[in-house]
């Protein structure tokens, strides 16, 4: 899948794989019916998915919100241990129906696991009954992709500014929000009276 990463899923044909391989082109065929099949079962091998599984299946009790770094942590990890091969999926994503509906399976399969999660914690009591947890879930992994994107294509990381070290700040920031707190008598929409009103 290197050779794809370079090439790109549509252009990287079975010949260029055997060959890159170093076998019959027969020989992936006797495997993998198609491209697809095999894109799949590499993106199976290479998924965060088996990874998730076992963070909250360890992490059943615990707060949220260190879940959550935990999960952006191993997320990020496993982009990064395959860095071309996943920014060729990302991009791939973009103009390839087929690639598309192969990752949205994968994205179906978490996001079931997860909001599960995200119903249990809400009958604990350690997140809000009403937090919209669909959206949330889409802003936290499209927010970690884009950042993955920006980071190797984009733009460079500015020294001693990795965002990998901001995982941290990252989901706190999506728990927390950037709203000062209120005083119990304090309007929503108040806004801070000037001097002269005083």
Known sequence: MVLASHKGFDRTTIQDISKACGIAPGLIYHYFPSKKDLLSSV???YSFLDELKKILRETKGSDPE?????????YWETLESR????????????????????????VQTS?????RYLSRMKRQGLIARDAPDDLFLRVFFSSL?????????LMPPSPGARFPDQLEQFVTLLFKGIARPRGPTERPNARPTSRKER
């Open 145 to 153: 992709m884009m950042m993955f994107v920006a980071q190797h294509r």
């Open 66 to 74: 260190a879940t959550f770094i935990r999960i952006a942590r191993r």
């Open 83 to 106: 860095k071309e091969f996943f920014l060729m999926v990302f991009s791939e994503m973009l103009r390839n129906r087929k690639v598309a509906d192969l990752i949205g399976q994968m």
């Open 111 to 115: 996001r079931s696991l997860l909001l």
């Open 43 to 45: 993106l199976r091998r």
